[in-house]
């Protein structure tokens, strides 16, 4: 029966990543299999040895942007970066590696070698085609939450293959505790850290994306897939550039999965366009307003507190990787949201009272989400990692 259940899993898997990637398992390393017959050919005799350290596993080097603030706190080289699909061959995986004295290992190198990691750092498994191989990959898997929308897929039964979740607060942490026996710690959104610690010159971040120093900013960040608001509230969103600076940026896998939909963006006139994978952050930094619509991005301007409108894709309840209580749903119960054809968004914007209002929603729902560790986030992580056998070992004694 198992062997049954674990033939019936990897196919399962394997539709879920090109769902959720667009592409096939086999973009992988090719010295990476699949499926039951790579859990039989990485299966060890005996237990593997430790490399003793830590690896951060990247399948896209938009990662960086995630783990680089944790990154930066732990000793130079006591960590590796471990890559799989786009991340392989990255400049930017490269730079960092040698930025950080890190060393570059592909997933294959790693199952190949007969080792594993002794902390292996991941956002989700689910990039190596059978989940499982994160088990031969690392010893101790941490998981490290990148988005806190999309429920149907963030509480996926692959947390299983988690010791410890490092996730942003209060709500994630008793959602997982409720569906695993992994590690809980609350960890806040170390990505941000910079956007409390560091002093930025606004006339320079406007000048950067074009924009008139005289107006005002909305930022556009909007997902990718059947949830993205793309192609329902482009031109609306265009509209906006007659009284307002309007900045746009893709999610980084649409580019390459969707370029259709970037070409019709293309077709609209916005101060600035953004197709790459760089760093959010300087947009919420030059941000006044912005729009979302489902994913991690909407939660990010809760924990900045940011002026928001969320807008709104049909059917996304129904979404497979949504669902009707995910956080990015029931947002909508309480940040304005508004449908492609029935919504204004630009007299949303000069509504002052909708802004007061929001201010206190903001600041209940931050309370909700994150744990309070505003600028010092990535401390807490990089301490939990410090410290992860400790406390992993702990769970046997509670």
């Known amino acids: 029966m198992a062997g049954l259940a674990r033939r019936l899993a990897a196919p399962i898997a394997a539709r879920l990543l090109k769902r959720l990637t667009g592409l096939p398992p086999s973009v992988l390393d090719p010295k990476v299999r699949h499926g039951s017959a790579a859990m039989r050919a990485y299966a060890p005799t005996q237990a593997p040895a430790l490399l003793e350290r830590t690896g951060f596993l990247l399948h896209t080097p938009e990662l960086l942007n995630h783990f680089n603030c944790v990154m930066e706190l732990l000793p130079r080289g006591s960590f590796d970066l471990v890559v799989c699909r786009d991340a392989d061959g990255s400049e930017e995986v490269k730079h960092t590696a040698s930025r950080l004295k890190a060393k570059v290992y592909t997933v294959g190198d790693v199952l190949s070698s007969g080792k594993r990691y002794e902390c292996l750092v991941s956002n989700h498994p689910v990039m190596l085609g059978d989940p499982a191989l994160l088990k031969h990959v690392g010893a101790t898997n941490v998981r490290f939450m990148y988005a806190a929308g999309k429920s149907g897929w963030n509480f996926g039964d692959w947390n299983s293959l988690y010791d410890l979740i490092l996730c942003y607060g209060p709500y994630h942490a008793d959602e997982f505790a409720k569906r695993t026996d992994a590690v809980v710690v609350q960890m806040g959104y170390p990505r941000m850290d910079r956007y409390f610690n560091e002093l930025s010159d606004l006339e320079e971040l406007k000048k ?48 390459g999965d969707e370029p259709d939909r970037v070409t019709r963006l293309k077709q609209h006139t916005f101060t600035c366009l953004i197709t790459d994978a760089s760093d959010n952050l300087p947009l919420y930094k030059v941000a006044d307003f912005m729009l979302f619509d489902y994913g991690g991005p909407p939660f990010a301007g809760l924990y900045t507190d940011k002026r928001m409108l969320l807008l709104n894709v049909p059917d996304a309840a129904r979404d497979q990787l949504a669902g009707a209580d995910s956080p990015d749903i029931a947002l909508r119960r309480t940040i304005a949201s508004i449908d492609a054809r029935s919504g ?23 309370k909700l989400y994150f744990a309070p560790y505003y600028g010092f986030s990535a401390r807490v992580a990089a301490l939990t990692l410090s410290n992860v056998n400790h406390i992993v070992a702990s769970r046997g004694r509670a």
Not at 241 to 255: D, W
Not at 349 to 364: I, T, Y
Request: glycine content about 4%.
């Open 344 to 366: 204004d968004i630009a007299q949303l914007l000069d509504n002052e009272g909708l802004w007061e209002q929001q201010r206190k929603q903001r600041a209940d729902l931050r």
């Open 208 to 255: 950067r994306f074009s924009c008139d120093p005289s107006k005002r900013t909305v930022v556009w960040l909007p997902t990718w897939k059947a949830l993205s608001s793309v192609g329902l509230f482009d031109g609306q969103v265009a509209a906006l550039t007659a009284k307002y600076n309007v900045i746009v940026k893709v999610h980084p896998l649409m580019p």
